[in-house]
């Protein structure tokens, strides 16, 4: 099955089930399926032959699902773009993806006309301007390639993934088994969905099980997301850390606070894209008193690869065991598995797992190897399989030959109510070590300085892994789904 026929199947079962809510519009399933194939149409009739590249620069809006299931049907490849880049960034990755076809919304009129100018030979073309007509059959299957996403190149150029049909779909399959997922779930997206997490989680989950979407165009104003929450009775949303943080600690009118106390329907909420700090969860649940599920994945992966169990054990720090259908495993620096409990890489294997990356033969075997992706992220796996990320590989610090993973410093730092985040870098001391920097962003109006920071740490952890600077920072450089950019960190006078 590939993910075109996933929606016409679904469409099939839930014909007039409102598939997407978008500012008070309801489409259903079955006139979404239609939309799909008269769009497909209309890219087959401007000239989109099988596997080309279509890229899709959009806001959150229906038409960007319809754009991505009809570049499919009609035979394509999906390339969605990253709606916080420049014109520059873009056009390196229309380049490097070779898609001669970009389909756009109004807000972005301004980068298109710059990039033209850097692809002349690219057509652009705006959803409505896509001529609508029947669709006729496409020769693709599940082994093909369904999307290339981008990785957000906070290490160097972006790679496209290439994600197949089979990937996408089993994956989805993966999540709403262990989300328990059923055709009575509404799911709330306000996460772009450029992003793998927002697309699997929030659109491809609910169209396996033909659930509904309520669609927001972006987080702010976040009392929408509120309102939302209350009027379209949400049973499930995900969210990354930052958002979970506001929805702990913002203060929420009294009348607000008493409807979704009196009248909150969500079952769940999903966090991942990054690191859940723990108290944050643990303020989240006292506040709403509904589970904060937090779940790992990479792009690479479909993006799912662990979750912890809707119901049973939720061990605290931990990203849960690997969902259906997909193992792990830990491995030291000899290549070889280790005992459990052991901090090393962490590899994982599954249907989910993409074919590689795009023209880019050296970086796809140094991420595949054996059938395993090699994440890059350290790890441990204890004898319940319940995976426990450390920090990733690349923001290891060494100081004097020891190693330091910055994450549990941050946890700790996290831990004090006058700090809203926090990040650890190394960088170079010239003598072949690194100096550990921890920046920090204090809580409007907080009162806290370095000795408080020092006191909080002293006697938690060895005296090698505390900082030896540290600087408090206004604003944190970031990507667009809230990840901290350590790289630009590490760049910062100091």
């Given at each position: 099955m590939t993910l075109d026929h996933l929606l016409s199947e679904s469409a099939r079962r839930n014909t007039s089930r409102?598939?997407?809510?978008?500012?008070?519009?309801?489409?259903?399933?079955?006139?979404?399926?239609?939309?799909?194939?008269?769009?497909?149409?209309?890219?087959?009739?401007?000239?989109?032959?099988?596997?080309?590249?279509?890229?899709?620069?959009?806001?959150?809006?229906?038409?960007?699902?319809?754009?991505?299931?009809?570049?499919?049907r009609a035979g394509g490849i999906t390339v969605p773009l990253n709606t916080f880049l420049t014109p520059d960034e873009i056009s390196y990755i229309l380049r490097d993806s070779g898609?001669?076809?970009?389909?756009?919304?109004?807000?972005?009129?301004?980068?298109?006309?710059?990039?033209?100018?850097?692809?002349?030979?690219?057509?652009?073309?705006?959803?409505?301007?896509?001529?609508?007509?029947?669709?006729?059959p496409s020769c693709i299957s599940d082994s093909d390639v369904a999307v290339l996403l981008?990785?957000?190149?906070?290490?160097?150029?972006?790679?496209?993934?290439?994600?197949?049909?089979?990937?996408?779909?089993?994956?989805?399959?993966?999540?709403?088994?262990?989300?328990?997922?059923?055709?009575?779930?509404?799911?709330?997206?306000?996460l772009p969905l450029f992003h793998s997490f927002a697309f699997t989680?929030?659109?491809?989950?609910?169209v396996?099980?033909?659930a509904s979407i309520m669609l927001l165009k972006s987080?702010?104003?976040?009392?929408?997301?509120?309102?939302?929450?209350?009027?379209?009775?949400?049973?499930?949303?995900?969210?990354?850390?930052?958002?979970?943080?506001?929805?702990a600690n913002k203060r929420i009118p009294f009348l607000m606070r008493f409807l979704l106390k009196l009248l909150l329907n969500v079952r769940a909420c999903i966090s991942g894209a990054a690191a859940l700090p723990a108290d944050t969860l643990h303020s989240f649940e006292k506040r709403f008193k509904v589970p904060l599920i937090e779940g790992y994945g990479l792009t690479e992966a479909s993006p799912v690869v662990a979750v912890n169990p809707l119901k049973g054990i939720r061990k605290?720090?931990?990203?849960?065991?690997?969902?259906?259908?997909?193992?792990?495993?830990?491995?030291?620096e000899d290549g070889n598995k280790v005992p459990a409990g052991t901090v090393g890489e962490l590899i994982v294997k599954g249907p989910n797992i993409m074919k590689g990356y795009f023209n880019k033969e050296e970086e796809t075997w140094a991420a595949l190897r054996d059938g395993w992706l090699y994440t890059g992220d350290m790890a441990k796996i204890d004898e319940d399989g319940y995976i426990f990320i450390v920090d990733?590989?690349?923001?290891?610090?060494?100081?004097?030959?020891?190693?330091?993973?910055?994450?549990?410093?941050?946890?700790?730092?996290?831990?004090?109510?006058?700090v809203e985040e926090c990040a650890m870098v190394g960088v170079p001391d010239g003598r072949g070590s690194e100096t550990p920097l921890l920046y920090i962003k204090k809580k409007a109006d907080a009162d806290i300085d370095e000795a408080d920071i020092r006191d909080r740490l002293k006697g938690r952890i060895a005296q090698f892994k505390i900082p030896r600077k540290i600087i408090f920072i206004d604003e944190f450089p970031k990507t667009a789904t809230g990840k901290i950019k350590k790289t630009e960190l590490r760049k910062l006078e100091v």
């Open positions: 409102t598939f997407i809510k978008f500012e008070g519009r309801k489409l259903s399933y079955s006139e979404a399926d239609r939309l799909v194939s008269l769009c497909a149409g209309g890219l087959m009739a401007i000239g989109l032959q099988p596997l080309e590249r279509v890229a899709v620069l959009m806001e959150n809006c229906p038409e960007y699902i319809i754009s991505y299931f009809a570049i499919l898609s001669k076809i970009l389909i756009y919304s109004d807000g972005f009129s301004s980068h298109v006309e710059k990039i033209k100018r850097a692809l002349p030979g690219l057509t652009a073309l705006k959803f409505e301007e896509i001529p609508m007509e029947k669709a006729g981008y990785t957000s190149g906070t290490t160097g150029f972006p790679k496209g993934a290439m994600l197949t049909h089979n990937n996408l779909i089993s994956n989805a399959e993966a999540s709403v088994k262990a989300l328990q997922v059923t055709q009575r779930d509404r799911f709330l997206l306000f989680a929030c659109v491809l989950v609910p396996y099980s033909g987080v702010k104003p976040f009392s929408k997301v509120l309102k939302s929450i209350i009027r379209d009775r949400i049973t499930l949303f995900a969210g990354v850390p930052t958002i979970y943080n506001i929805l605290p720090s931990s990203v849960g065991p690997p969902v259906p259908g997909v193992e792990a495993a830990i491995i030291g990733r590989k690349k923001d290891m610090i060494i100081v004097d030959g020891m190693n330091i993973y910055p994450r549990e410093v941050e946890d700790i730092i996290m831990g004090l109510a006058s």
